[in-house]
């Protein structure tokens, strides 16, 4: 261990970077003269994914602005790259819009808010997150109908809310820092307190369909009984294709046993009590299953567990884990599987991680080696509705989602010279309110040119 600069020399170091980097220059954004075609981009991800899941993929992103942005990782990505930068470092999560903070349970079975998809995580420009979940919330507030007034306010919020959090974190000890977390029951405390009746009632009823999206409930939604009382998953073509019904018997038996190996290589990278847990269970079925937006076309299988008997289920999802979106402008990741990236970054921005958390590399039948990292596929997961959000409700989830980035971020960077460089003033807010009606447009124009491709038979889109 060496010895670092004091905490007085960090902060005179992000007060430094007030200098060389304003901040009121982080509402800068203008496309380069040589920025890459939108579609070029989608359709490079798209030539390693599964071809006949790939429409599907352009199908959702079809359907708006938001639902483009949230499969356009890639393409912020890029512009991203061109923005100012402080050059402060932390763990990123490289898509932090605002429908990837939601409940989680935490192995304690408490219920808590924090980030959820770390697909993209790697370490780079602290920056980045906060201008992706900055950009989000304008692009929601469009689809919304909430006038640009109203939009920079929600935005405004949310950097605020980051930059105040930020400093709180900057006056903590460390493993204060650490141990910090957003429990649910001190959230819905909190709320009460700002929302009306309604809000109330909402936020209730959100927290109650939390808890009952678990294992269990998926195990139901998911399965059947065979009449000779076997449970196997029940087909619903494409998105969910059981592994008896996606391939011809020869092949259907090697993969099979490339996922039996997974799980079981898998293990390994468990804690040694958890893989115990994890061995009280035995493998039944398996399917393929079609998952979010700018991950569909990805392989991502589903795994049927059964512990006692067949009312004792676990679920797991294995998932396909390639190079971060980030890499090529952040630099490569240090790990050398790109599933143990993902785990790696989840659990370092999370404040606790499923026990189920994992990774491996197996061998497909097409001869390919692919990462996958595993978890469980459903636990006490609540999501807010962006597209049923009124202002006031989008604005509190917004002082939520900064608060929550802000966490995450101060495990891992410099939070002392984060702190500083944002100062308590609002330049900051309203620089990055100006960045994310600037990047909206983009997105528009990037939605628009996916709508022209399908149009011109460039590529194929359908419904899913």
Known sequence: MTTGPTAQERAERGRALRSEVPRSRHADFQPTADRADPVDIIERQSAVRVPELVPIRYGRMLESPFRFYRGAAAI???????????????????????????????????????????????????????????????????????????????????????????????????????????????????????????????????????????????????????????????????????????????????????????????????RSDHRRLLEQYRVVDMARKVVGVGSVGTRCWIVLLLGKDTEDPLLLQAKEADESVLAPYAGAALQRNQGERVVDGQRLMQAASDIFLGWDRVTGIDGRDRDFYVRQLRDWKGIMPADSMVPVGMRRFAVRCGATLARAHARSGDRIAIAAYLGRGTVFDEALARFAERYADQNERDHQALVDAVREGRVTARPG
């Open 76 to 270: 912020m990505a890029a512009d991203l790259a061109t923005t100012p930068s402080t050059g402060l470092r932390t763990q990123l999560c490289g898509d932090a819009h605002l429908l990837n903070f939601r409940l989680l349970a935490s192995p304690e079975r408490h219920l808590m808010f924090d980030i959820n998809d770390f697909d993209e995580t790697l370490p780079g420009p602290w920056e980045w997150d906060v201008k992706r979940l900055a950009a989000s919330f304008a692009i929601a507030g469009r689809g919304n109908g909430f006038s640009e007034t109203v939009r920079a306010g929600i935005v405004r919020t949310a950097c605020a809310s980051y930059r105040d959090r930020m400093r709180q974190y900057a006056d903590l000890r460390t493993l204060e820092v650490w141990y910090a977390h957003a429990d649910m029951a001190d959230v819905q405390a909190e709320e009460a307190q700002e929302l009306g009746s309604r809000g109330r009632a909402r936020m209730s009823r959100v927290i109650t369909e939390a808890r009952t999206h678990d294992t269990v409930q998926a195990f139901h939604k998911l399965t059947r009984k065979s009449a000779d009382g076997r449970v196997r998953f029940a087909a619903d073509p494409p998105l969910i294709a059981p592994l008896d019904e996606l391939l011809p018997d020869v092949a259907r038996d090697e993969l099979e046993e490339r996922i039996h190996g997974l799980i079981e290589g898998y293990a390994g990278t468990l």
